[in-house]
C-alpha cells in the first residue's frame, strides 16, 4: 500500500492494527461501504453535469462509467448514449 502524506506514521500503524484485527467480513463490509459512498459521489456528479437525466438514466451512466461502454453495451445491448 502507497503511504499516504498527510498521515502520520504512529496514525498509519494503528490503522494498521485496526484492519488487521478487523474479520474477512467487517474488511468487506468496509469496502462495500466506501464503495456505495463512491457511488453516491459519482452520481451526485452526474447528476449536476445531467440535471435532466431520470434516476434511471443516471444509473446507466453511472454504469458505463464503471464497467466502461464496451461492457455495458454486451451486458445491457446498448450504451448511456443510447438509453
Do not use: C, N
Not at 464496451?70 to 450504451?79: I, K, Q, S
Amino acid at each position: 500500500m502507497s503511504e499516504a502524506h498527510d498521515t502520520s506514521p504512529a496514525a498509519r500503524a494503528h490503522l494498521d492494527r485496526l484492519y488487521r484485527s478487523m474479520s474477512p467480513r467487517a474488511k468487506i463490509e468496509r469496502v462495500l461501504a466506501l464503495w456505495e459512498t463512491a457511488d453516491l459521489f459519482a452520481l451526485a456528479g452526474l447528476r449536476r453535469r445531467f440535471p435532466d437525466l431520470d434516476e434511471r438514466q443516471l444509473r446507466v451512466r453511472l454504469a458505463e462509467r464503471t464497467l466502461g461502454r464496451e461492457l455495458l453495451a454486451r451486458t445491457r445491448g446498448h450504451t448511456a448514449s443510447e438509453a
